[in-house]
């Protein structure tokens, strides 16, 4: 079982749509949680960072961590065609410098 | 503020050739890191250096891959002799802290290796 799950997709949405996207994860030991954006031929960008549990909301996304459950997700408002992208959760612990990745979730927002 | 540079931004081989990627991370950004992205995957750490000292290289093919960071500024990563399965695109990226999951990475935009 890997660290890190995430469904590849693709999710395709129409324009206007709220997108969730979402990972899962088995070691409890993780505190950094952050999604990625990655447009094609394009090193990921930091999109949203939270750290330990609960809500972070910046413009139109909002990321969630519920630590219970060991499970984050990412919401998309008023989707538009410009956030069709790879969107890639990424987590690490409190003293460890590496981040362990998902696969990456290919979302298509259709006009 | 600039980004992380990376060149060149493609490059095919032919299988047993060898291939070196160049990286000029941000200034001031200690710490570096290589990443290999297989298609439809998420990135793989190949090595990290803080400064100009390696902190990671355990999942590295050492028998076949090999990076150095000059002065703790640029980095070169090399591959001899490439094999097919390398096909794959190699990102930098560089952070603040040697703790990236205090402030998450900053990526260049990938060197896309094709070995044929």
């Known amino acids: 079982q890997k660290e890190v799950e995430q469904d590849p997709g693709p999710l395709s949405v129409p324009e206007g749509a709220i997108v969730s996207l979402n990972c899962t994860y088995s070691?409890?030991?993780?505190?950094?949680f952050m999604w990625y954006r990655q447009y094609s031929r394009k090193g990921p960008e930091l999109l949203m960072y939270?750290?330990s549990s609960g809500n972070k909301e910046d413009g139109r996304f909002t990321a969630q961590v519920d630590k219970s459950s060991k499970y984050i997700s990412l919401f998309i408002r008023d989707s538009q065609p410009s956030d069709s992208a790879t969107y890639l959760c990424?987590?690490?612990?409190?003293?460890?410098?590496?981040?362990?990745w998902g696969a990456g979730t290919k979302l298509i927002i259709k006009p | 503020e600039a980004g992380v540079a990376q060149s060149p931004r493609y490059k095919i081989i032919e299988k047993r050739q060898s291939v070196a990627f160049w990286c000029n991370p941000i200034?001031?950004?200690?710490?570096l890191y290589w990443y290999q992205q297989i298609l439809g995957q998420g990135p793989k750490l190949l090595i990290q250096?803080?400064?100009?000292?390696?902190?990671?290289d355990s999942q590295l093919p050492k028998d076949r891959f090999s990076a150095e960071r000059l002065k703790g500024v640029d980095s070169t990563l090399k591959i001899q002799p490439a094999k097919l399965e390398d096909s794959a695109v190699y990102l930098c990226?560089?952070?603040?802290?040697?703790?990236?999951?205090?402030?998450?990475?900053?990526f260049g935009s990938g060197t896309r290796l094709t070995v044929v």
């Open positions: 990424a987590m690490g612990k409190d003293s460890n410098y590496q981040l362990i």
């Open positions: 070691n409890s030991a993780f505190q950094y």
């Open positions: 939270t750290y």
């Open positions: 200034s001031g950004h200690a710490t």
């Open positions: 250096f803080q400064n100009n000292g390696v902190v990671d």
């Open positions: 990226a560089s952070s603040l802290a040697s703790q990236g999951g205090n402030y998450g990475y900053t």
